[in-house]
């Protein structure tokens, strides 16, 4: 009901109020409107029916006094100012207030009414009265979404503004105050033009134009504000639903630190590349000297233990007691220098020599292996078990001396008392079941499990064994340079894998060998086992 039906409400309520005064109160009005007059000689308020199911009232009249301890004190105020300034001209009033209703509720009205006199000159107030209670909670709840909108612009770490189809500024951020220097108050209604210094305004400026036509472009600005940051930005056209573009927004990104960090990273890669040379240099350096160890420091051994044997064998009967027992000592202390030089040249061989993997069977590498130890096996009556072992993709002379090294460890810290038995087991494994550096890289791997019923160690050495020239027992109890465990680790280590072992004191050591699985033609070979 807008005002000119209130115009007429007035009138007929002028001439013929007994007739028309229920028909007004009566009527079938919207559900959030209502009719309320206002009888001030007998200060009373006639309610339509919607009204008073609105206002929560069961009867059609009320009080005046008790209707209007209901409006907001301050409202009340407002409009018995407005009814005193425009009495005399009879105009109609429009005005908004909050009314409390009985139950506590707290409701808002938007009112259209006009003072009127009958023709027995009584005055009379008829006002139409609408129910805004629920558009003041949905415009409340936009004006919050938007200064949520506003504060969350504010707090982010990028630049964001926006503007008009005219390309005059409607939004403006802090990071934008930030970075230009303008404030959201000088910003706002300024054209875009004048926002960006040049020489920067030319490429600003036709990207918006661009994105008026429906384009995104990407701007990269260097130097641009008083810090002299690189800003990348973005120009992207704002659409309604309809695909309709009305205005312009720049997502703008500082990049410096990035760019920085880009050229860093060159520098770095320079660094690595200068660094790479020079270990190249090295490795062949040691690769020399591997060489030097294997032919030239191999033949002055040979001869001191030639020399200390013949003596041995030919003046053995002319040689005193203490003299047989030095020459014994020089032939031992040769044959471990002998031994601590070829170990020193296998651990140098898997540092320099090239990578090579190669589709290899594994389980050949194995019978080579047991071949290789076929007399020390027989010897201490050993019996080796295995699983199939797959093939794959390995460095395939460094497994060989992997496998090597751990079967003769367990042959030779064997327990004297029971015939050595080694239990060789092979399984792929699940990511839970991978130390944490090898999870998460979408890698398979297989593990190697080496089991023997030896003299086994204490847990405490499950980390030191594997360390250059750590031994655990003495050298003439068990001789040996105290490397084969280090060249394992390292041989480990170059195919990407993981290896641990664990010792029970008098009941054996357990190596665990983990790797890559790396093939061409996959099988799942963890099913069988095999005898030896």
């Not at 020089?330 to 296998?346: F, G, K, P, V």
Request: net charge negative; glycine share 4%.
């Amino acid at each position: 009901m807008n005002s000119s039906t209130n115009e007429i409400s007035a009138f007929m309520y002028r001439d013929t109020k007994p007739k028309f005064l229920n028909l007004l109160l009566e009527f079938p009005y919207h559900p959030d409107q209502g009719v309320l007059i206002v009888d001030t000689i007998n200060e009373e308020i006639h309610l339509s029916n919607n009204l008073r199911q609105i206002l929560h009232i069961d009867d059609e009249k009320i009080n005046l006094d008790e209707y209007l301890k209901r409006i907001d004190e301050v409202d009340l105020k407002r409009i018995k100012f407005q009814f005193i300034e425009n009495y005399a001209d009879q105009e109609i009033l429009f005005d908004e207030y909050k009314i409390n209703t009985e139950e506590g509720w707290r409701k808002n009205f938007r009112s259209f009414s006009r003072l009127v006199k009958n023709s027995e000159e009584q005055i009379f107030i008829v006002a139409n009265i609408s129910d805004t209670t629920r558009s003041h909670e949905i415009n409340k709840a936009y004006q919050e979404k938007l200064a949520y909108i506003d504060m969350a612009l504010d707090n982010s770490i990028d630049m964001f503004c926006a503007f008009d189809l005219d390309l005059s500024c409607i939004s403006w951020n802090k990071k934008c105050e930030e970075i230009t220097g303008f404030l959201k108050s000088e910003a706002i209604g300024k054209p875009a033009v004048s926002l960006f210094p040049l020489p920067r305004k030319e490429k600003v400026i036709t990207g918006l134009r661009a994105a008026l036509k429906g384009d995104v472009s990407k701007v990269l600005i260097e130097e641009f504000s008083p810090q002299n940051l690189i800003i990348e930005k973005f120009i992207i056209p704002l659409k309604d639903n309809k695909g309709r573009i009305f205005g312009v927004m720049i997502a703008g990104h500082d990049v410096t630190a990035i760019k920085a960090t880009a050229n860093r990273l060159k520098e770095l890669y320079q660094a690595i590349k200068e660094k790479n040379a020079e270990l190249e240099r090295s490795n062949n350096e040691l690769a020399s000297f591997s060489y030097i160890a294997s032919h030239d420091l191999q033949e002055p051994l040979r001869k001191i233990q030639t020399f200390s044997r013949k003596i041995l064998d030919t003046d053995h009967a002319h040689l005193s007691e203490p003299g047989k027992d030095s020459f014994r000592r020089i032939e031992n202390a040769a044959q471990r220098m002998q031994s601590l030089i070829n170990d020193l040249h296998t651990f140098s061989r898997t540092t320099t020599q090239p990578k090579e993997f190669a589709e290899t069977d594994l389980n050949i590498l194995l019978y080579e292996v047991k071949t290789e130890l076929r007399e020390k096996l027989e010897a201490k009556k050993a019996n080796i078990i295995s699983e199939e072992l797959p093939t794959c993709r390995v460095i395939g002379f460094q497994i060989r001396q992997l496998l090597e090294n751990i079967l003769n460890n367990s042959l030779k810290y064997s327990n004297p008392s029971v015939n050595p038995k080694i239990s060789i087991k092979c399984k792929m494994l699940e990511e839970d079941e991978l130390p944490a550096e090898l999870q998460n890289e979408g890698i398979n791997y297989f593990s190697i499990t080496i089991s023997d019923n030896g003299i086994g160690f204490e847990p405490q050495y499950s980390d030191k064994i594997f360390e250059l020239f750590q031994r655990l027992h003495g050298k003439h109890e068990y001789p040996g340079t105290g490397l084969g465990l280090a060249i394992c680790k390292k041989i480990v280590q170059n195919h990407n894998g993981h290896i641990s072992a664990e010792g029970n004191p008098g009941k054996g050591t357990t190596i665990k060998i983990i790797l890559p699985f790396q093939s061409d033609n996959y099988h799942n070979p963890f099913k069988k086992q095999k005898a030896n």
